[in-house]
Structure formats: C-alpha cells, structure tokens
Nanobody, 115 residues
Framework: ERLVESGGGLVQAGGFLKLSCVAS????????MGWYRQTPGKERELVAA???????NYADSVKGRFTISRDNFKNTVYLQMASLKPEDTAVYYC????????WGWGQGTQVTVSS
C-alpha cells in the first residue's frame, strides 16, 4: 500500500492520541500532506494540512487541539490529537493535499472517543 496509517484506538474524552502515516513510492517531500477523517454517511473532510516546508493549517473544529507534523526523511506525517471529544470519532486517513487520485487511499485508522 502506498499509504499506511496507524495509531488509532479507543480513548476517553479529554485524552490524547498520536497518528502516523507512512507514504511509499512517492517523492514525499514534494507534496503538501493532509489528515482527513470520515464518519459513516458523511464526506471525508480535511482536518489538518502541512506544506512541504512545514506550514500548517487546521479545520476550525480541531484548531488548538490537533498538531500536524512531518518527517521527510521517514516519509511520515503525524497527527497529535489532544483534548479529544466524542465528535472526533472517525476513521482517519492521510493523503496529499489536495488528494491525488493515483495515490489511492489507505485503510485508515479508527479513532473512537468515549464520553
């Protein structure tokens, strides 16, 4: 698989998780990257983005709680999630920003936040 996400799990509200995504077969440091999430019946949404030079941007719903970072030597992008809320429950995916159709999507990693 070109994109492999990991680090999800079950956590109580207010908790912390750190997600990782390893990309293979791409010139990783040429691409802006993003973390996306999807819940059943809803469109996949971009929650955090990082340019190839490290500038970041966040959806309003996660601003101040989530932090995106990248390690170009490891072809890896991270998402640190703090102060988690039940509404953060979703499957989380990474991809380029904007997504590249030819990359496909990984299996994602499930994040479940209990109240």
């Amino acid at each position: 698989e070109r994109l492999v996400e990991s680090g999800g799990g079950l956590v109580q509200a207010g908790g912390f998780l750190k997600l990782s995504c390893v990309a293979s077969g791409v010139v990783f440091d040429s691409f802006a990257m993003g973390w996306y999430r999807q819940t059943p019946g809803k469109e996949r949404e971009l929650v955090a983005a990082i340019t190839n030079r490290g500038a970041t941007n966040y959806a309003d719903s996660v601003k101040g709680r989530f932090t995106i970072s990248r390690d170009n030597f490891k072809n890896t992008v991270y998402l640190q999630m703090a102060s988690l809320k039940p509404e953060d429950t979703a499957v989380y995916y990474c991809n380029a920003n904007p997504p590249r159709a030819w990359w496909g999507w990984g299996q994602g990693t499930q994040v479940t936040v209990s109240s």
